[in-house]
């Protein structure tokens, strides 16, 4: 089992920027791709973008493409997402999730992990 712990939300003002972390409770944190996902009010949950055990490949929704990027720290078994240019609708609750098995997917499903979210305001 991992425990998946967000921090950093909070209110931001549009054009603003916001950096998220994620810290994952297990020593194979290498072993896991890891994602953002996000759920605005009223919507569905959307992915956000992943990354590869390594930290080498990543990959995003063109919603976010070139405003946000995701890193990571397997020394200190976090995840980070940095978001720049933020707009009201990038409003949501962010969660981060890990998959042990590596199918680096945009689909929620492969994802059995997950914390439980931080908000992130964009006031316009």
């Known amino acids: 089992q991992v425990q998946l712990v967000e921090a950093g939300g909070g209110l931001v003002q549009a054009g603003g920027s916001l950096s998220l972390s994620c810290q994952a409770s297990?020593?194979?944190?290498?072993?896991?791709?890891m994602g953002w996902f996000r759920q605005a009010p009223g919507k569905e949950r959307e992915f956000v973008g992943a990354?590869?055990?390594?930290?080498?490949?990543?990959f995003y929704d063109d919603s976010v493409k070139g405003r946000f990027t995701i890193s990571r720290d397997n020394a200190k078994n976090t995840m980070y997402l940095r978001m720049n240019s933020l707009k009201p609708e990038d409003t949501a609750v962010y969660y981060c999730?890990?998959?042990?098995?590596?199918?680096?997917?945009?689909?929620?499903?492969?994802?059995?992990?997950w914390g439980q979210g931080t908000r992130v305001t964009v006031s316009s």
């Open positions: 999730a890990a998959d042990p098995v590596g199918r680096y997917s945009k689909d929620a499903p492969a994802y059995p992990y």
């Open positions: 990354i590869s055990g390594s930290g080498g490949n990543t």
């Open positions: 297990t020593r194979t944190f290498s072993s896991y791709v």
